[in-house]
Nanobody
Framework: QVQLVESGGGLVQAGGSLRLSCAAS????????MGWYRQAPGKQRELVAT???????NYADSVKGRFTISRDNAKNTVYLQMNSLKPEDTAVYYC?????????????????WGQGTQVTVSS
């Protein structure tokens, strides 16, 4: 299987910045899409940003112009640079990845989630 490990969350004042990282490990053959989602208390999990293996990106309207998603395909790692943070960005942020794993003659799809990292923005 494929495991995702996130890092970089924390407490920051409004207007500040944080950078999240998520590294994928395991018998990875290829990773197609990688992304970040978040879940605030009492709310459903929502998409923040996604990026394909070719570098195409997609952002939630609420973070456009403030957040930037990027990835290092050689390291199987995705990043989320978050600038101009607002209190409403407070949530647990989850990394997501989809692709194929295993031996080349017996590939299987995977869809994995990280354990989540807390981001808290104080006003």
């Amino acid at each position: 299987q494929v495991q995702l490990v996130e890092s970089g969350g924390g407490l920051v004042q409004a207007g500040g910045s944080l950078r999240l990282s998520c590294a994928a490990s395991g018998s990875i053959f290829s990773i197609n899409a990688m992304g970040w989602y978040r879940q605030a208390p009492g709310k459903q999990r929502e998409l923040v940003a996604t990026i394909t293996s070719g570098g195409s990106t997609n952002y939630a309207d609420s973070v456009k112009g403030r957040f930037t998603i990027s990835r290092d395909n050689a390291k199987n790692t995705v990043y989320l640079q978050m600038n101009s943070l607002k209190p409403e960005d407070t949530a647990v942020y989850y990394c997501n990845a989809q692709g194929s794993y295993g031996k080349i003659w017996a590939l299987a799809p995977f869809h994995s989630w990280g354990q989540g990292t807390q981001v808290t923005v104080s006003s």
